[in-house]
């Protein structure tokens, strides 16, 4: 086996552990992407119910 063949499969190995890493950060980026909307959604949810317990009781305030 001669340099040449060397450097061609370490450069072989080097784009192959580029492409897994790209692969990672990709799969890692849409998880994270996965968990604020998880997040968000159930951040206004509870927004809501906070909104509906404060308009609920002021309701019952001025009925009295």
């Known amino acids: 086996?001669?340099?040449a063949d060397q450097?061609?499969?370490k450069a072989q190995e080097l784009a192959d552990?580029?492409?897994q890493k790209a692969g990672q950060a990709k799969?890692?980026?849409e998880e994270r992407g996965?968990?604020?909307r998880?997040?968000?959604s159930d951040s206004?949810?509870?927004m809501q119910d906070r909104a509906q317990d404060a308009a609920d009781q002021a309701r019952e305030r001025f009925d009295r």
Do not use: T
């Open 1 to 3: 086996m001669g340099i």
């Open 7 to 9: 450097f061609k499969d």
């Open 17 to 19: 552990q580029g492409k």
């Open 27 to 29: 799969d890692q980026a």
């Open 34 to 36: 996965r968990q604020d």
């Open 38 to 40: 998880d997040q968000r």
């Open 44 to 46: 206004s949810s509870g």
